[in-house]
T-cell receptor
Framework: DAGVIQSPRHEVTEMGQEVTLRCKPI?????LFWYRQTMMRGLELLIYFNNNVPIDDSGMPEDRFSAKMPNASFSTLKIQPSEPRDSAVYFCASRPGRGEGETQYFGPGTRLLVL | AQKITQTQPGMFVQEKEAVTLDCTYDTSDPSYGLFWYKQPSSGEMIFLIYQGSYDQQNATEGRYSLNFQKARKSANLVISASQLGDSAMYFCAMTPTDSWGKLQFGAGTQVVVTP
């Protein structure tokens, strides 16, 4: 079975440009999570969805960041405009449901560099 | 608010030996879940083991076991018979039951297994 798919795997862009990261969760999974990993701040949860509905976006750093999940098989994380401090690895993860003990399965990550 | 502390930034272990990675947490939630993930140099996040706060027995998964001491709020990971492929970053994470999936990660411990 395919795992969580993220694209692109690497993105280099210039400050001020719009960046869109994409995620396809594991089929049948009802929860989707976006994380950011940096050396300074470690792994941070940005936002998560249950059944395509955003549940908690308290980790989204600022209004430049937005996330959508138009259907059960696709989500995007958009940064507009991008800044050098947004450089990080962005992970998407999905989970089967809301049962206790269920783990999250992570995608390979998108490594973003903003110049 | 919950907090995860991993006090060992890095450690060396010899092949075939056991290693214990420390994790302490601070939470006021009565029910929660604890996870360990492995992140090799390739970057992906790999789920290792889960422990629920009400589980009576310590979790085990192959060579991984979790030394859960609820009163001390610690959830140490034990890797037995270390292998070269165990060299990686290891993260402890926690989620409260009432917002399952909202993982908060520790800073991680870098493990290097030597021949």
């Amino acid at each position: 079975d395919a795992g969580v798919i993220q694209s692109p795997r690497h993105e280099v862009t210039e400050m001020g440009q719009e960046v869109t990261l994409r995620c396809k969760p594991i089929s049948g999974h009802n929860s989707l999570f976006w994380y950011r990993q940096t050396m300074m701040r470690g792994l941070e949860l940005l936002i998560y969805f249950n059944n395509n509905v955003p549940i908690d976006d308290s980790g989204m750093p600022e209004d430049r960041f937005s996330a959508k999940m138009p259907n059960a098989s696709f989500s995007t994380l958009k940064i507009q405009p991008s800044e050098p401090r947004d450089s990080a690895v962005y992970f998407c993860a999905s989970r089967p449901g809301r049962g206790e003990g269920e783990t999250q399965y992570f995608g390979p990550g998108t490594r973003l560099l903003v110049l | 608010a919950q907090k995860i502390t991993q006090t060992q930034p890095g450690m060396f272990v010899q092949e075939k030996e056991a290693v214990t990675l420390d994790c302490t947490y601070d939470t006021s939630d009565p029910s929660y879940g604890l996870f360990w993930y492995k992140q090799p140099s390739s970057g992906e996040m790999i789920f290792l083991i889960y422990q629920g706060s009400y589980d009576q027995q310590n979790a085990t998964e192959g060579r991984y076991s979790l030394n859960f001491q609820k009163a001390r709020k610690s959830a140490n990971l034990v890797i037995s018979a270390s292998q070269l492929g165990d060299s990686a970053m290891y993260f402890c994470a926690m989620t409260p039951t009432d917002s399952w999936g909202k993982l908060q990660f520790g800073a991680g411990t870098q493990v290097v297994v030597t021949p």
